[in-house]
């Protein structure tokens, strides 16, 4: 069973457009969440994450939404670049447990 | 180094060899994690260490998969008899942390991992 499911699968986007890719939990005992970007042939890198005791975190086109009550986050990335062209991977981990159960990826495509 | 280096980058074995994959973390990081990322889907957790403590061994997929930290900082991951449905990037990720860190998060670098084609 996925322990976090992820949506869409792949996404194209138009140059200076906003990227949207979503994210639903179960567990509520999850409460550390990161999304991964990843390039092809390279390890996923951090790019982002939330606590669940804030609603919004924002690092500079890169923004994650949290809805506490539905399980949902999302990621969201303003004026999108050809560069952001990459696979974004939503994660999510337990207190003080160190494995982290990861979506199955959305393949973002900037078009310029 | 000044990144996670894994190695062999490509490993093509033939089914019912015995490979080993070998990842070098950042020096000084307490924590390592072996994840296995099949063709277009997000990795999957198999095992983590602390220090040379193999503490959870929960996701390795069989006794066929065996991983090992002897010093505490480079790690093996072996599998035997290898099968088709091994196939797969295998993902080594380490943190400086035990646990949590003052964030709360524990921040995972990744190395660009080891493609296993079994044929």
Redesign the interface.
Known sequence: QQQ?K?SPQSLIVQKGGISIINCAYENTAF??F?WYQQFP??????LI?I?PDVSEKKEGRFTISFNKSAKQFSLHIMDSQPGDSATY?C?A?K??F????????TKLNVKP | GAG?SQSPRYKVAKRGQDVALRCDPISGHV?L?W?QQAL??????LT?FQNEAQ??K??LPSDRFFAERPEGSVSTLKIQRTQQEDSAVY?C?S?PNR??GPS??????????SRLTVL
Do not use: I, M
């Open positions: 976090v992820q409460d550390y990161p042939g390279k390890g996923p890198a951090l994450a606590r991977f994660a981990s207190y003080n160190n494995k982290f159960y990861f979506g199955s990826g | 996670v924590s994690f994840y277009g889907q997000g990795p999957e957790f983590y503490l959870d929960s996701g993902l990720a943190s646990d949590r709360g998060a524990n921040v995972l670098t990744f190395g660009a991992g």
